[in-house]
């Protein structure tokens, strides 16, 4: 292509206003909870203590990084979809207790799993699979880190329900 001449604009997604709408304030939320998570992790790996929180500690520290690469993908998706990414940040939660921490931090994961998953739905059912594969990979990454939280909590699916709810 010659020096200053543009690619042609192409028409590659037909997404109605109200579909459009959905998707960006949804990605929008997810990238509040997104920059909410890291700075939660950052927060609960250096007040964790204690011999028995030392591999989660360097986990937390993993997931910090993790979500601060998830927020990237997000705020440019949004931009890509002709949006404006926020810069606002969603609740922190913490606590003196080890446990405790902990638990906020699964709680924040499952309600991410739950979040991306509507998202795909929605992504998918307006046609946008590319972007809908992006966050397929990030939700995969969220599970990974419910699954870690678990282990360290000493969690046991079969003897709870997690994220499914009861089984009656
Ligand atoms: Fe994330
Ligand atoms: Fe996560």
Known sequence: MP?????????????????????LSGLNLDLMWEYAAMVQYIQHASMLT????VA???EELQHAQDEHEHAVILSDLIQYLGGIPTIEVAERLTSLDNEEMLRQDLQAEYNAIKRYLTRIQQLESAGLYDSAQKIRNIVVVEQN???ELEKALGIRRATSPGPFGSNA
Not at 50 to 53: D, I, K, M, Q, T
């Open 145 to 147: 880190h419910a699954i």
């Open 56 to 58: 989660i500690i360097q």
């Open 50 to 53: 204690g011999p028995e929180y």
């Open 3 to 23: 020096t200053g001449e543009r690619p042609s604009v192409v028409e590659v997604y037909s997404v109605s206003a109200r579909q459009r709408e959905q998707i």
